[in-house]
């Protein structure tokens, strides 16, 4: 079972283009959420999708944008990428949002210059 | 505003017990989870508290103390593999995760 996967794995940008980071889960989870990590600080949660068809902005929204066309797929989409959105991005997932287990993909790591 | 405190940093020798504190702050609360992250790697879920008490899962107990705001992960018969970084996160009124910066908690032989 894959649960849930992200591409790609890295990626260096140049400032002012345009990404669109992917991720796909297996489990037939209602609930995803981008994060992203950045050294010395929490986890950022920046959009979520309660059930496909639904999206909500989070702490950081700003700079990002996402879809939920279906159940297994959240693209996470940077319009004009700028240097301050070097992170690293996790996708995840729980069956139900609230207070559910969430799992996590394995991340991508995004330099933007 | 919302807030979680973890330490940053934690030593520990293997076979050894450590209790690693976590505060929080949030709008609400629904429950307190606890996830481990080893280095370069994804977070994986420990633990979930929503109600005061200890909860206990082999090597690994979480307790959770809703009035004082405060949470433990208790890691016993410390194992190398359990080198990583352990993450504290509160879910707050809008069923949303604030997340601690997390602790890295380093075993020594």
Redesign the interface.
């Known amino acids: 079972t894959a649960g849930i996967t992200q591409a790609p794995t890295s990626q260096i940008l140049a400032a002012g283009r345009s990404m669109t980071l992917r991720c796909t889960q297996d489990m037939r989870h209602n609930a995803m959420y981008w994060y992203r990590q950045d050294l010395?600080?929490?986890?950022?949660?920046i959009h979520?999708s309660n059930t496909a068809g639904t999206t909500g902005k989070?702490?950081v929204p700003d700079g990002y944008s996402v879809s939920r066309a279906n159940t297994d797929d959240f693209p996470l989409t940077l319009a004009s990428a700028v240097p301050s959105q070097t992170s690293v991005y996790?996708c995840a997932s729980s069956s139900e949002?609230?207070?559910y287990?969430?799992?996590?993909?394995?991340?991508t790591r995004l330099t933007v210059l | 505003g919302q807030n979680i405190d973890q330490p940053t940093e934690m030593t520990a020798t293997e076979g050894a017990i450590v209790q690693i504190n976590c505060t929080y702050q949030t709008s609400g609360f629904n429950g307190l989870f606890w996830y481990q992250q080893h280095a370069g790697e994804a977070p994986t879920f420990l633990s979930y508290n929503v109600l005061d008490g200890l909860e206990e899962k082999g090597r690994f107990s979480s307790f959770l103390s809703r009035s004082k705001g405060y949470s433990y992960l208790l890691l016993k018969e410390l194992q190398m593999k359990d080198s990583a970084s352990y993450l504290c996160a509160a879910m707050d009124s809008n069923y949303q995760l604030i997340w601690g910066a997390g602790t890295k908690l380093i075993i020594k032989p």
Request: hydrophobic letters at 30%; glycine letters at 36%.
């Open positions: 010395g600080l929490g986890l950022r949660l979520y989070g702490e996790f949002g609230g207070n287990e969430q799992f996590f993909g394995p991340g």
